[in-house]
């Protein structure tokens, strides 16, 4: 007879070793290579933590899942609950509102997300040789927890294509959202994907590019023990000010960047363009196994085109150079499809107490999702790729 699975939530990465917890989250690097994406790591998770950028304060409260059978942990979810919705990217704030206007209580709600990281991955961490039996048993403890405390609802943000088919099967609301990501079609260098672009477009990356690396200073793209601790209190101006102006604070705290140095370094590749010695723009990146994914840009001087350069066309450099297959650049931006990155659709899965809301959801849902399909379809159109020559001829 098989062992029944437990669910124990944990309020603190304390609670578990990295040893166990990566067991589940990245299986796929315990040969000491990289993870598929550094963001359900337990360090990366834990620097979040120990830093206060998550916890009761940030609105972002622990209640970790770790599915066991017997002694055996066979699978992890990192669930938070939260009294707000910000640094999610998928965006809810209409159903707090109406589902709030109609009498109800929409927060506190529950959450399975990385927070303030629109990078999708598994949100379902499961031990290898037990992924169907887990998984169920994570899903259906995240809504049983949601239900079982009368919260409005559990949401899982950017989770994979696979889980999102998985969630649906089981009952949750699957919702599409849309990205820009660039795809590494076998290029050898920048000048190959410069190729495969249509004429127009390939001259303007390159104006673009002479423009900014033309600004008077250096571009540098830097990771592991070339990053220095001096260079995070440049990078925290200038996430500082991107902060401000977008969120209205920053989501992550100033330790964050001292803990990532000491822990994240390896996963990280840091752009930065200095004036001399002096760093005045950067952008960060995280890389995983297959996938440079981009995370945050700021500045302290404006320069033309130094955006493009630092967070688009250095990040596509340093995927060629080292054999990456894609780069994730963040949430929105019709910009990035001008400069090769192409229109993806992302997943999330959500649970509704109410069933009248649900129903609600569902309806919304289904418009929505069907108008994300044809702006994939028409954006994929107008993509700065060449037509082949059967597409010239139609």
Known sequence: MTETI???????????TAVDWDACACPEA???????????????????????????RAGWEPHHLAAYQGDLLIGVAPLFAKNHSQGEYIFDHNWAHAYERSGGRYYPKLQIAVPFTPATGRRFLVRPGYELAAQSALIQGAVQITDQNNLSSL?????TEDEAIAGE????????SQQFHWLNDGYGTFDDFLASLSSRKRKNIRKEREQAQGFGGTIRAMTGDQIEPAHWDAFWQFYQDTGSRKWGSPYLTRKFFDLAQEHLREDMMLVMAFDGDRPIAGALNFIGRETLYGRYWGCIEDHPCLHFEA???QAIDWAITHGLARVEAGAQGEHKLARGYLPTVTHSLHWVRDAGFRDAITRYLTAEGAAI??????????????????????
């Open 311 to 313: 967070c688009y066309y």
């Open 169 to 176: 099967a089981m009952g949750l609301l699957r919702r599409k």
């Open 30 to 56: 315990a040969d000491g290579g990289r993870p598929f994406d550094p963001f359900t790591t337990h360090r990366f998770l834990k620097a979040l933590e120990d830093s206060g950028s998550t916890g009761p």
């Open 155 to 159: 949401h899982v943000t950017f989770c």
């Open 373 to 394: 399909d044809e702006e994939v379809e028409i954006l994929t159109e107008y993509g700065p790729f060449r037509k082949t020559t059967t597409q010239e001829q139609q």
């Open 6 to 16: 437990e669910i124990h939530t944990l309020s603190s990465l304390d609670q578990i």
